[in-house]
């Protein structure tokens, strides 16, 4: 890049390279946790654009917001680091909304909440980075209560779980940043629980675990913060197995990457806290790929984007 280039015309051209996939309507939610905002983009939109809205301000009671999750019905969860609190907004909040729900006080059993998702019948689920649980409640949960389930203790392998995904069967996916792994656990999986399937060790190229996500095939796509990667794995992956797919190298673009979520096509989108940008792969993309489309730059208001999420 010369020193005349702009930020916004590199990233232009960034996604001029070849067809745009299928990168669907709607929005894109992004979480900054170093800004306390959620903000929203077209999911095909590219370079350095304004957020479509922006979720932010004293009555949203963000504080280090850690993952975000829209639900299909657009409702928007999102976890406090710093509060150790659920908050959720109802579809299409912005500016500065109060929640519609807080989970929050001593009987949540929260402590530095991380990922967060539902599953088909609305239970919030939440992985615990401090206390190594996951924590279930009701789906119309509100103010200082308990889960209606803990996954806790030795059995389960939790060391440090950082994101959390909900499979089309209702198991339940944890990525496990203590172990470089990921703990697969059955419905309804509660107290001592043993994972059903474990994915561990060399071969599967997990190197500081940090985002995740499932495709209806029960694909899983994880992001390697450390190794600047995205690592996807068959939906019956179990042991120390290779990923059926790697992207990684220096035309990915990647920095840092955290949160990630696939589109029906088999779209991927990844944000990259290293470089505060979100970067989309085309469906089967591997190795060395560059990014089909990249929102970053300072009109997009992207500082350190953790979790991303569609509706």
């Known amino acids: 890049m010369n020193g005349a280039q702009s930020q916004s015309d590199a990233l232009r051209q960034v996604g001029a390279r070849g067809a745009t996939p299928a990168l669907g309507t709607g929005f894109m939610y992004v979480n900054s946790g170093s800004s306390n905002e959620i903000t929203a983009y077209p999911k095909a939109g590219n370079g350095d654009i304004v957020p479509s809205a922006t979720l932010s301000g004293s009555n949203t009671q963000l504080d280090d917001p850690t993952d975000v999750f829209v639900a299909t019905s657009g409702k928007i969860y999102v976890t406090n680091w710093?509060?150790?609190?659920?908050?959720?907004?109802?579809?299409?909040?912005?500016?500065?909304?109060?929640?519609?729900?807080?989970?929050?006080?001593?009987?949540?059993l929260m402590s530095l909440p991380a990922g967060i998702a539902t599953d088909s019948v609305g239970d919030i689920y939440v992985v615990n980075y401090n206390l190594n649980t996951v924590t279930v409640y009701a789906a119309n949960a509100t103010g200082n209560v308990a889960p209606i389930r803990?996954?806790?203790?030795?059995?389960?392998?939790?060391?440090?779980?950082?994101?959390?995904?909900?499979?089309?069967?209702?198991?339940?996916?944890?990525?496990?940043?203590?172990?470089?792994?990921?703990?697969?656990?059955?419905?309804?999986?509660?107290?001592?629980?043993?994972?059903?399937?474990?994915?561990?060790?060399?071969?599967?190229?997990?190197?500081?675990?940090?985002?995740?996500?499932?495709?209806?095939?029960?694909?899983?796509?994880?992001?390697?913060?450390?190794?600047?990667?995205?690592?996807?794995f068959a939906p019956t992956a179990n042991g120390n197995v290779k990923p059926v797919r790697t992207i990684s190298g220096s035309n990915t673009a990647m920095d840092k990457p955290s949160g990630i979520a696939v589109n029906p096509a088999g779209t991927i989108f990844v944000s990259n806290e290293g470089n505060s940008t979100v970067t989309t792969y085309a469906p089967g993309a591997d190795g060395n790929a560059p990014p089909a489309t990249t929102i970053g730059g300072t009109n997009t208001l992207l500082d350190f984007p953790n979790g991303i999420s569609f509706h």
């Open 82 to 108: 710093i509060t150790s609190a659920v908050t959720v907004y109802p579809a299409g909040a912005k500016g500065n909304h109060a929640p519609s729900q807080v989970i929050s006080g001593g009987n949540t």
């Open 150 to 232: 803990t996954i806790t203790g030795p059995s389960t392998h939790l060391l440090h779980p950082i994101r959390v995904m909900i499979l089309a069967n209702d198991d339940m996916v944890v990525v496990n940043r203590g172990h470089n792994s990921i703990e697969v656990f059955a419905k309804n999986a509660n107290g001592n629980a043993t994972p059903i399937r474990t994915i561990i060790g060399v071969n599967t190229g997990l190197l500081v675990p940090d985002g995740g996500a499932v495709d209806s095939s029960g694909r899983i796509y994880i992001t390697n913060l450390t190794a600047a990667s995205v690592t996807v």
